[in-house]
């Protein structure tokens, strides 16, 4: 055998020596970083605040829905101004009107310009709705 061989089976024969890396604590984590930082710096202006971050992320949502449900409410207070079923709705009244009045003109030429933008309206608020419940979702 030669030198080589002999050195190649003794490192094979040798029993493995397993190391298992030590556990990381709180406190070793706060030594290794006090340990790693210059002089005069302290290891509390590293400190995160995640809690509060997601504290203000949840407020500015809230916020954000109510603000949506606002609109939401106020774009179905005048589809219903305009389109609505009463006679007090824009269309109500046009509908109602007598014959040879400025109310009849516009109704037989905006009758279908006007359902148009109720029910884009309508989308729009069903959209708005959409995201709301997107909102509770994430």
């Known amino acids: ?9 003794t490192l094979l024969e040798q029993d493995e020596v397993e190391q298992v ?5 709180p406190e070793a984590e706060a030594t290794a970083m ?19 971050v997601e504290i203000i992320k949840k407020e500015s949502l809230a916020k954000q829905k109510q603000k949506i449900s606002e609109w939401v409410a106020e774009i179905s207070r005048f589809v219903e101004y305009i389109n609505g079923v009463n006679d007090k709705s824009l269309q109500g009244q046009l509908h109602n009107a007598g014959c040879d009045t400025l109310f009849e003109k516009i109704a037989s030429s905006e009758h279908r310009r006007i359902s148009r933008i109720a029910v884009e309206l309508s ?4 959209a708005l709705k959409g995201y709301l419940i997107a909102g509770d979702q994430d």
């Open 1 to 9: 055998m030669g030198i080589y061989e002999k050195y190649f089976n």
């Open 123 to 126: 989308g729009l608020s069903e």
């Open 34 to 52: 006090s340990a790693e930082l210059d002089a005069g710096t302290q290891p509390s202006s590293f400190d995160s605040d995640a809690g509060r």
């Open 21 to 25: 890396p030590a556990e990381a604590t």
